[in-house]
């Protein structure tokens, strides 16, 4: 059985205490330039092993406000229409489509990258993940970054 991720809104106070420093070291990494990642992880008390161990799993919700570019990768099977059914998703949630980027398809396996814009029409968006890994011919998704 292959596994789907699912996507949560947690509170805060649910979180173990390793996610909450995971999102203190990012923020860190974002707001000085000259910080390595491990110094980073240092100074907020995780090891480096943690950071990277969740870093593409946790996220401030506000990331996903008006205004904000959401960029993903999905692997799925190369069959006509398929692409089209993935931008259908994305279309139904009212979630502009910046870029998309597909490599040549390797055993019948395509490589795709979007990036969208949260708008303030956008639907939910984890819901937008969840229904596009639904997909029959959708083997992977990973949200890459948030802007």
């Given at each position: ?105 390797v055993n019948n396996v395509a490589t795709l990258t979007i990036s969208t814009e949260v708008g303030e029409g956008t ?20 949200i890459v970054s948030r802007g």
């Open positions: 059985m292959e596994y789907k991720s699912k996507y949560y809104v947690v509170k805060e106070k649910a979180l173990p205490e390793v996610l909450l420093k995971v999102v203190e070291a990012k923020k860190l990494l974002d707001s000085q330039r000259n910080i390595s990642i491990q110094e980073a992880a240092e100074r907020v008390g995780i090891s480096r092993s943690s950071f990277y161990k969740y870093k593409d799993d946790i996220f401030p919700f506000h990331d996903t406000a008006n205004g904000r570019t959401i960029t993903f990768f999905i692997q799925m099977d190369d069959s006509p229409g398929y692409l089209a059914a993935v931008l259908s998703v994305v279309a139904q949630y009212k979630a502009n489509i910046l870029t998309i980027h597909q490599s040549i398809p639907g939910d968006i984890s819901k937008m993940f969840e229904e596009i890994e639904a997909m029959k011919p959708v083997h992977y998704l990973k």
